[in-house]
């Protein structure tokens, strides 16, 4: 008696993989990625002012956030000596976003915010020298207070209206939320 082999034939294995390529070609030109880094940038910069808060606490010295809207930076400096300068021994970090994010001014904003005048919007915003460069800077205090309430907004290069992301920051507590806007409407992204 023959035994019959259960395998599968060449022609039988090329057809599964087409159909499978096929497939995953439908789905992943439909998800949008430009979506996820704007989310991701969103997070890591409401991570960032946390992070610069926690350390104001922490270290119970100044601590300054300063944002350069023109290379799409955004610099955390340890105010040692709470001059509100940047000192040859004061610690700068900085963070960049991921391709395709930038500050952006977005058309409207979240309900209890500020009409946006710019990428930043706050009621006082300070101004610290980084490379050369006046920055406007939200402060951190020891007490884990920001300097000023504040939304910082971010957005991609292909500058469609759902693309708006913003990071909100309350002058007495220096709580941070972040914002997202889809279909005309901004609604609270993350906690």
């Known amino acids: 008696m023959r035994r019959t082999p259960h395998a599968f034939t060449t022609t039988e294995m090329l057809i599964a993989v087409s159909i499978v390529s096929i497939a995953s070609a439908i789905v992943l030109s ?3 990625y430009t979506s996820y880094r704007l989310d991701s940038a969103a997070r890591g910069l409401r991570a960032t002012v946390q992070r610069a808060q926690a350390q104001a606490v922490t270290s119970q010295h100044n601590e300054l956030m300063a944002f350069d809207l023109v290379n799409q930076r955004v610099y955390v400096i340890d105010d040692v000596n709470n001059d509100l300068t940047v000192d040859p021994g004061d ?3 900085s963070a960049s976003f991921q391709d395709g994010v930038v500050f952006g001014s977005p058309p409207d904003t979240w309900s209890g915010a500020p009409t946006p005048s710019g990428a930043i919007t706050a009621t006082s915003l300070s101004t610290v020298t980084v490379n050369g460069s006046a920055l406007p800077t939200i402060v951190f205090r020891s007490d884990g207070a920001a ?5 910082v907004y971010v957005t991609s290069l292909r500058g469609l209206a759902t693309d708006f992301r913003g990071v909100s920051v309350m002058q007495t507590t220096g709580r941070t ?4 806007r889809s279909t005309g409407t901004w609604a609270l992204a993350g906690f």
């Open 147 to 151: 300097s000023t309430d504040a939304q």
């Open 30 to 32: 439909r998800v949008d």
């Open 177 to 180: 939320d972040w914002y997202k």
């Open 91 to 93: 610690r700068v970090t």
